[in-house]
């Protein structure tokens, strides 16, 4: 039953944010059948220098669509912020190396299209925490652009892939035991410099998550702090994995105020 109601939300807020406003649907960031935005605007801004917030589905990397994703348009554009749903190769079609590709090119396709923006702003739920992460360790200099990234939101997100590898939930996905560890930014982000140390990142997850969400959110919390990186952790009280990213709906839930805070400080 929680799927389904997640869906009707997830459908119902997309349907309500394409009434609402003006949006420019399926445009390419790639030559893939499965590579394209849809961009919602708030009505009377211009269309370049605005923030942009850029949201990746969840899904374990075999379900979901930027489709039914826009659960955060009616607030965030309401208070003037363009947000920007992105689309992805799921499995079994897109493999995990793929995915992180297409994630990076849709920021670099945003960025050029929209130089005068205000800020990126990037968010993700689950499995699409996971594929915001690994932006925390792009490199930018083949992609011909360097995104005005001004942070995080990594809600209930997947940081560690490699006990996935022993899962049902890899059947579809075939990731080697390599693959898991080059797709971990758990493992990574220590190395890795902060381009920008005043860029937050902003660990959230909810409480009735299960063990193993919390258990990733927290060691990547403290990772991310230990490689000087400018995190936050945060738990939501009374939500679970699903409801935590239907709070996005609402202008006045805990996450919403804290990303438009982040946005606007």
């Not at 995080?152 to 560690?160: E, I, K, N, P, R």
């Not at 860029?199 to 919390?214: I, Y």
């Not at 952790?233 to 996450?255: A, C, N, P, Y």
């Amino acid at each position: 039953a929680c799927v389904n109601s997640n869906l009707f939300i997830s459908a119902t807020a997309t349907g309500r944010a394409q009434a609402t406003w003006k949006s420019l649907l399926h445009v390419p960031y790639g030559d893939g059948e499965g590579e394209r935005v849809d961009i919602y605007f708030p009505n009377k801004a211009a269309e370049g220098a605005l923030p942009f917030f850029l949201f990746f589905h969840g899904g374990y990397w075999q379900s979901g669509s930027k489709d039914q994703s826009a659960f955060m348009a009616d607030p965030l554009a309401a208070q003037g912020v363009a947000v920007v749903i992105v689309g992805y190769n799921i499995a079994p079609k897109g493999t995990l190396d793929q995915m992180v590709d297409q994630v990076t090119r849709s920021i670099a396709f945003v960025q050029k299209r929209y130089p005068s923006n205000e800020g990126i702003y990037l968010c993700g739920h689950s499995a699409g925490a996971h594929l915001a992460a690994m932006m925390l360790l792009a490199d930018w200099t083949k992609h011909g652009v360097t995104p005005n990234l001004k942070g995080f939101f990594l809600v209930s997100g997947v940081f560690d892939l490699e006990p996935m590898v022993y899962t049902s939930q890899n059947v579809a996905l075939q990731l080697t035991l390599e693959d898991a560890r080059r797709n971990s930014p758990q493992l990574k982000v220590a190395q890795a410099q902060p381009a920008d140390p005043s860029c937050p990142v902003l660990v959230v997850v909810g409480q009735f998550d299960s063990p193993e969400f919390h258990r990733q959110s927290w060691e990547f919390y403290q990772i991310l702090c230990q490689g000087g990186w400018k995190a936050s952790f945060e738990k939501l009280r009374d939500v679970d994995h699903f409801e935590i990213i239907e709070t996005l709906t609402q202008k006045d839930s805990v996450l919403t105020q804290i990303i438009l805070k982040t946005i606007f400080q």
